[in-house]
């Protein structure tokens, strides 16, 4: 590991650069007290932990997957509210290499690879590396903040705000990055050779910030979200029944107690996560999240957005559909609480991080 | 600990108000994907790390110190652009209680605490929680994000563009919280009762947001920024020695390769400060920090302001020193590299969290 702070920063500077090459938003970068970014309008802000332990492990994620990963989850909610990328920052818990450090120690070939993984995602999405802090911990630990603003459209989607007789879309996978962790826990990164998909979903997912902002452009959607825990545990929080704030100027919030009748058949799911499922059926049966319907509602990380659409909007339903060809139907909002799927009861709790 | 993110969300819900009372600069609190904060220009914005076992131990720390430092170090950073407070997000990793969790676990009692701490700063400050994350991990560790905009001089302070002959003003302590946390690892919080000053300055710093504004609306002030690894290892930063980047509209960053006279009496030492550095004379002679005035110059965590202003603008050293009664004035730039204290080259390497 570097040996004084000094030395990370140089390790910082050399794979983030000092200057954004598109600064839009950006006044200062590094280096001071505080970065400071003018965006002369709503900034979304949003921090995302990114534990070792609790969301990786280093015995088959590369360094670089960690720095990608760590980015990608984190810039995701800025898709989640159809945010175009500002900026970003790192804080960044590193345990000590060398003889004292134990087995756990990160080396500088390590913080290398770190750095050039999520420099090169940061880069692509134009979420330049304003600010950040760094210490010795007993584990890897990342924490990124992530700063959006409204994208050409102008608006920014929020949760909740739905009706009975919305339509629930889907945009991106379920299930497959569950296939791919439950592949990579199960035989390491060998498994990458037979799941590549799965387990790429799992290790390098992206975040779909073009789809965000082209979902903020239609009138017809009427709710965003990204589906980190899975559908069964984010559809309550899309329907606004977690106690979402109602605020002037950012749209309404339910306050009638809804649910959500899904379809699922086992053609949505991704063809490698199908396999994956069928081909544990034997060894797992029973255990949750093993069948491919199953997979679908419950497996998280996928970060897929999920829209609330007005069906009546030619921009909602069918415009979802027709601008984007990944996004698909997967349900209705009901007045009757709860969530059904293919019309039974569906009561297992889903992907807790924390839990 | 609490058993579900949900629970958790619960906990922070009854101790910040959901909608800040003046919830100046946010749009959308809790509970989305972001936050959104509008401040209609420039925003600062800074994280800071506060870990256990390199910044805390919670074998003198109450829970409430620990949220009320971890909030305080990072609004120090708001402080030191001159910038009034906008909104803060914590993101907390906690160690699992209970059977499985081993001795390093946290209940539900003292996360209680600790919240309760964060949030009375919190509304003394104006820095409403609008956001974050939780994880399991191997230790309590906290990240606070910090959002602030210029007060009402419109004006934020950087570091660097200082010339020679400007004059440093120090506003607050130096070595006084050092002095707390020697004492405190030497003897738990029964040194409390002995150095009640001392280590309050290290358990329970205040941030300077006040001071921090004032000195923004004083055009004699050139440079701030706080002090939180002493001054030896921070003033080369104020004087911009450390690669600052300079930007347009952001003031001008020294290309000179500039130095430091301080003068460093031992009054300048807070009475405790001091009494505790000659009763340690004898047990820890020649240790780096030990003697007052090394001590003054090294000690980290104080979170004072150091300033850099002109001597000839009347709103600069005159200006400074009329303006806040807690402002000394301590040293001079000069053409000389390096750090002179009362004539001698001080070399010693001063604090490094990370080292």
């Excluded at 790192?90 to 390590?110: E, I, N, Q």
């Excluded at 993984?117 to 992530?146: H, K, N, Q």
């Excluded at 409204?150 to 996978?173: F, K, T, Y």
């Excluded at 009901?334 to 991080?353: I, K, M, S, W």
Aim: net charge negative; charged share 20%.
């Amino acid at each position: 590991m570097p040996t004084s702070e000094q030395d990370f920063l140089a390790a910082i500077d050399r794979h983030f650069p000092a200057q954004p090459p598109c600064a839009g938003g950006v006044l200062l970068g590094r280096g001071d007290d505080c970065a400071v970014l003018d965006v002369a309008g709503p900034l979304c802000v949003s921090t995302d932990l990114f534990v070792e332990g609790a969301h990786f492990r280093r015995s088959y994620f590369s360094p670089a997957d960690i720095g990608h990963k760590a980015l990608a989850a984190a810039a995701s909610d800025l898709a989640a509210m159809g945010a175009a990328p500002v900026a970003c920052t790192l804080s960044l818990v590193l345990p000590p290499d060398g003889p004292d450090g134990g087995p756990g120690g990160v080396d500088d070939a390590f913080l290398d690879e770190l750095l050039a993984g999520m420099a090169a995602l940061s880069a692509r999405l134009g979420l330049p590396l304003v600010g950040g802090d760094l210490s010795r911990g007993p584990a890897l630990i990342l924490d990124l903040a992530v700063f959006g603003r409204p994208g050409p459209a102008g608006r920014l989607l929020r949760r909740g705000g739905l009706r009975p007789g919305d339509q629930l879309v889907l945009i991106g996978e379920a299930g497959l990055a569950r296939a791919g962790l439950l592949a990579l826990e199960a035989s390491g990164r060998a498994s990458i050779h037979r799941w590549p998909v799965a387990t790429r979903a799992h290790l390098r997912p992206e975040p779909r910030l073009a789809e965000g902002q082209l979902l903020a452009g239609l009138p017809g959607v009427r709710a965003l979200m990204d589906v980190s825990d899975g559908l069964a545990r984010d559809i309550p929080r899309l329907l606004g029944l977690l106690g979402l704030p109602g605020l002037p100027g950012l749209g309404p919030v339910a306050n009638a107690n809804l649910g959500a009748d899904l379809t699922i058949d086992e053609s949505l799911l991704h063809p490698e996560a199908l396999a994956f499922f069928r081909s544990q059926a034997g060894t797992h049966d029973r255990s949750p999240g093993q069948t491919p319907v199953e997979a679908f509602v419950l497996g998280g990380e996928d970060y897929a957005l999920l829209a609330g659409v007005d069906p009546s909007d030619p921009s909602g339903l069918s415009g979802v559909l027709a601008a984007l060809p990944t996004a698909r139907h997967i349900g209705t909002v009901t007045v009757t609480p709860g969530l059904r799927v293919n019309g039974e009861p569906f009561t297992q709790p889903g992907f807790d991080h924390f839990g």
